[in-house]
């Protein structure tokens, strides 16, 4: 079936360092969002990208999708206590839902 | 208002009850979603409607049925479930069907199946 995978599944730093996830899929997408999952929250949209080398900013958070649309990558510089959760990608086959990706999960030491 | 809503935040129900999950929505979205999401992993796609239709079930056991009464609400009703259907069951919401729309999620259900 299609799937996305993330990596790594949990990274650990300290806090004011980087952090960056990725997210591959075998198929190109049509588009891939990213949402982010506080610990005992519910996932809360982030950005969608949609064109090929596409780089979107919020803030501190870059968001890149790939040439061939089969991957996708969020970074955050300065990381902060605020940053702690779970962060899914979530691509787009063409089949009119969202494939969530299997999650990287970010702790903070201070 | 742009939030999605969801009672009970809590149940647990015995392998023989009859329970339902709610969900509401009033900002006009035509697509309502259920996912069920186990700990330290993935929502999981369960069900799509669209105008109040069922448009995807992901072969979801019959133990759940979907009900969507109108464009605001969608329910989850829940009959005969195993210990290991205990997850988080999100309801949520877009703006029309299409994964190309942005998805609002409620706070969940946290179900346990005893």
């Known amino acids: 079936g299609q799937q996305v995978m993330q990596i790594p599944q949990y990274q650990h730093v300290q806090e004011g360092e980087d952090f960056t996830t990725y997210c591959n899929s075998s198929t190109t997408l049509s588009n891939i969002q990213w949402y982010k999952q506080r610990p005992g929250g519910h996932p809360v949209f982030l950005i969608q990208l949609v064109k090929s080398g596409e780089v979107k900013k919020q803030k501190r958070l870059t968001f890149q999708f790939g040439e061939a649309k089969k991957n996708s990558s969020l970074h955050i510089t300065a990381t902060q206590t605020t940053d702690v959760g779970t962060y899914f990608c979530a691509g787009d086959f063409g089949n009119e839902k969202l494939t969530f990706g299997t999650g990287t999960r970010l702790t903070i030491i201070p | 208002d742009t939030e999605v809503t969801q009672t009970p935040k809590h149940l647990v129900m015995g392998m023989t009850n009859k329970k339902s999950l709610k969900c509401e929505q009033h900002m006009g979205h035509r697509a309502m979603y259920w996912y069920k999401q186990k700990a330290k992993k993935p929502p999981e796609l369960m069900f799509v409607?669209?105008?109040?239709?069922?448009?995807i079930n992901e072969s979801v056991p019959s133990r759940f049925s979907p009900e969507c009464p109108n464009s605001s609400l969608l329910n989850l009703h829940l009959h005969a479930l195993q210990p290991e259907d205990s997850a988080l069951y999100l309801c949520?919401?877009?703006?029309?069907?299409?994964?190309?729309?942005?998805?609002?999620f409620g706070p969940g259900t946290r179900l346990t199946v005893l």
């Open positions: 409607y669209s105008y109040e239709k069922l448009s």
């Open positions: 949520a919401s877009s703006p029309e069907r299409g994964a190309d729309n942005e998805q609002f």
